[in-house]
């Protein structure tokens, strides 16, 4: 991978983990959001709030479980897999081929989907409903702070020591690697493509999310 140096140095010794933040400051404000700051406030309270959103998405499915205990089944593989492949995501192949990022999370999305509607039925369908429908709400009109801003960069950019956060930095390289091994084979014009892309990306990042304001 052309980002392979640059990235070992910043994630190799980086644990994922989740910080659930204050319930005061996650209710603390809501504003309609402008249409061009819309897609950077929800990518911004999606990383910054992620375990606060699966603390909702806990919630609702909790209410399943209750009104259906065989859903504890499906809850309890859900969550093994999600392990799983979050420790061994490029060791994954199908025929032979190793599978993206992309269509693991694609594939596990739809495996999760059908177990809940088949282990919890309308229950389980309208709870997932109801939680995804909350965190959109959230995310949308949830103004960004300076430090929900500041994290999400450092999480994105440096560290990716959460999930939401590994992902979208990965995403990131991949899309790099790809445009550079289709566009520069040579190895002296993958590395100047290289810095290229992160200089350009640095700045696209603190413009998102340390210099904007909602």
Same mark, same amino acid.
């Given at each position: ?11 190799s ?6 910080? +659930?933040?204050?319930?005061s ?23 910054? &709030?992620q375990?606060? &959103? ?12 209750i009104?259906?205990?065989?859903f504890?089944? !499906? ?5 093994? !897999? ?11 192949k199908?025929s ?10 694609l ?6 989907l059908?177990l ?5 039925g309308?229950?389980?369908?309208? !709870? ?5 429908? !909350?965190?959109?709400v ?6 960004r ?8 960069f450092?999480?994105?950019w440096?560290?990716?020591?959460? %999930? +939401?956060?590994?992902? +979208? ?7 790099n ?7 520069? %084979?040579?190895?002296d014009?993958?590395k ?7 200089s350009?990306?640095?700045e ?11």
């Open positions: 991978s052309t980002w392979g140096l640059f990235s070992k140095s910043t994630t010794k980086v644990k994922m983990e989740l910080q +659930l933040r204050p319930w400051e996650f209710f603390e404000r809501f504003k309609v959001p402008a249409q061009q700051d819309l897609n950077d406030r929800v990518s911004t309270n999606l990383v910054y &709030y375990a606060n &959103y699966l603390a909702v998405v806990a919630l609702c499915l909790l209410y399943v479980c009104a259906r205990p065989v504890i089944i !499906a809850a309890v593989a859900v969550v093994g !897999a999600g392990i799983y492949l979050n420790k061994n995501t490029k060791s994954i199908f032979g081929r190793p599978l993206t990022r992309k269509e693991i999370s594939a596990y999305i739809t495996v999760t059908l809940f509607y088949i282990f919890g309308s229950s389980a369908a309208a !709870a997932i409903a109801v939680s995804f429908a !909350a965190i959109l959230h995310s949308a009109f949830r103004p702070s300076l430090k929900s801003r500041g994290a999400t450092l999480d994105v440096f560290r990716g020591s959460t %999930p +939401l956060g590994s992902a +979208l930095k990965a995403e990131l390289m991949d899309d690697d790809n445009m550079i091994d289709e566009e520069n %084979p040579k190895e014009e993958i100047k493509e290289q810095s290229k892309f992160r350009a990306f640095r696209t990042m603190r413009e998102k999310y340390l210099k904007k304001k909602d």
